[in-house]
């Protein structure tokens, strides 16, 4: 079992970690970088929605490579 290192991939999954930060790679550069880091703000069938750069940013789950939690150790 992947764990906390467990990847997301499906829309379910990023609305399991709402809320908190994620890492993305990506397909196709979005605002010209091909990873993002951003808090998940909503996920709907086709579209991640992160708070970017303290803006809504919609990426395709078609365009994500992979996706990961960002996990902090405190």
């Known amino acids: 079992s992947p764990g906390l290192d467990r990847p997301l991939k499906e829309p379910k999954d990023f609305t399991r970690v709402r809320g ?6 990506l397909k196709e550069p ?6 993002i880091e951003g ?6 069938k086709d579209i991640l929605h992160l708070e ?9 789950f078609s365009n994500i490579k992979l996706g990961k939690e ?3 150790i405190k």
């Open 30 to 35: 979005v605002d010209d970088k091909d990873y």
């Open 52 to 60: 970017y750069k303290g803006n809504d940013l919609g990426i395709a």
């Open 20 to 25: 908190r930060v994620v890492s993305l790679w």
């Open 39 to 44: 808090q998940v703000i909503d996920a709907d």
């Open 70 to 72: 960002k996990i902090e």
